[in-house]
């Protein structure tokens, strides 16, 4: 009888250790599929009532395995992990050997997805690339955004569509897998995609964008598959367009309708969509500035001068945990802050009205908020109990990302777990 190879995931920063069956994840997994044993400890099955395809273990350092409520981890299910060098291992035998492996270090493809996270664009690409070889399949989600950004669809969605199928039970997986369908124009599996993204979030996953794209979608589904893709710089608001559906003639100015990431341009008379314009990336607006477009030579001072923020925003970044002060206490509540100085806006981090670290915000910085909090959580472990934005701090925070504020509660929840 074959039993399932393990791959080991140790991510420090949340004290986790996540020991699954070679490409399968824990993220996005239906409720009824996990079994606990502990408060920290979980077998994961392949269905429920299947076989046990590995298991998961929160606050991994204070786990004790040798706890005589825990003693079915001593017996079967069994489990080879090549890692550590152990066949047809019981979960017990595997924690011992994998604190010996890790220590307190993450594993390797958790040092690729930091990176990865804290990267943009091609360096993005990079890490992803290095973390979905090291045997993370967790990399697929990141690494599938991130093309999707670069403008290479058609790989896009060959990784966002795979990881609803290992991960099918979150809501933002379903969201990017419908946009990467529509930008290859698989319009059906798109539709398919935000409905089963809608059905999440009434379950409680978080909320997307959806319902907006659905929307975009479902106007005159027959006729906006004819819209043009067009570069922003090359639009012209004056330019005569003509509509393939009603005939209508004219520009497209007044016809615009903003979204997050491009605005689409439909016709005023039947409402089919004409054209859809994606916001251009600097590079873009460097190359259309450099060929001699005017508006785009107008422009790229503000672009570089974003650039030039954005750059300094990250060198000053918290970076690693060794940066943050020892604080007493067992018990640590962390104030988010906003503050004006020298023209600029300022995130905070105060431990009883005493400044412990101080950054460049961003706006709508929630990503942000995530990746700090985790460094927090690495450096105070679990004396961490909250890390609060402040009133003055939530709507440069927040933005208008309306999932932002559940988010940073289910980070400030998991503190509890």
């Known amino acids: 009888m074959t039993v399932p190879k393990l791959y080991l995931n140790h991510i420090a920063a949340f004290d986790w250790l996540i020991a699954l069956e070679f490409g399968r994840v824990d993220d996005g997994q239906p409720a009824e599929n996990w079994r606990g044993v502990s408060e920290s400890f979980g077998f994961l099955h392949s269905e429920p009532g299947g076989p046990e395809v590995g298991f998961k273990i929160l606050d991994f350092s204070q786990f004790d395995p040798g706890d005589p409520a825990v003693a079915e ?6 489990f080879d992990a090549p890692v550590l060098g152990l066949g047809s291992a019981t979960a017990g035998e595997i924690v011992l ?35 979905l070889q090291s045997g993370d399949p967790m990399a697929h989600y990141g690494l599938g955004y991130t093309l999707f950004g670069l403008g290479r669809y058609q790989e896009a969605y060959r990784h966002l569509r795979h990881y609803t199928e290992i991960s099918p039970c979150g809501a933002w997986n379903w969201c990017w897998y419908g946009k990467a369908a529509e930008a290859v124009g698989e319009r059906a599996e798109a539709r398919a995609a935000y409905e089963r993204a809608l059905e999440l979030e009434k379950d409680g996953e978080t909320e997307t964008d959806a319902w907006l794209l659905l929307s975009m979608l479902n106007s005159e589904p027959a ?3 004819g819209a043009r893709y067009v570069a922003y710089w090359e639009y012209d608001p004056d330019a005569p367009l003509t509509c393939p559906d009603c005939g209508w003639s004219g520009s497209g100015a007044g016809s615009q309708e903003l979204f997050e990431e491009l605005f689409d341009v439909s016709c005023p008379q039947c409402d089919s969509m004409l054209l859809i314009v994606p916001y251009p990336t600097a590079a873009e607006t460097r190359a259309a500035a450099a060929a001699g477009n005017p508006k785009a030579q107008a422009e790229l001072p ?14 000053l970044e918290l970076r690693t945990p060794e940066q943050l002060p020892e604080l007493r206490g067992k018990n640590l509540r962390i104030d988010w802050d906003l503050e004006e100085r020298d023209d600029e806006q300022w995130t905070v981090l105060r431990h009883k009205g005493r400044e412990i670290w101080r950054e460049l915000a961003y706006y709508e910085g929630y990503e942000r908020f995530a990746r700090v909090f985790e460094l927090l959580r690495e450096r105070y472990g679990p004396r961490l109990k909250e890390v609060r934005p402040t009133a003055a701090s939530e709507l440069y925070l927040y933005g208008d990302k309306l999932s932002a504020p559940e988010r940073i509660e289910k980070l400030n929840a998991s503190l509890k777990g």
């Open 73 to 78: 981890i001593w017996g079967a299910p069994r």
């Open 97 to 131: 050997a994998a604190r010996a492996l890790f220590g307190s270090e993450s594993s390797i493809n958790r040092q690729f997805f930091s990176a990865a996270m804290d990267a943009e664009g091609e360096e993005a690409l990079a890490m992803w690339l290095a973390c």
């Open 223 to 225: 006729q906006t598959h």
């Open 302 to 315: 503000n672009v570089e001068s974003r650039l030039k923020r954005l750059d300094r925003a990250q060198e």
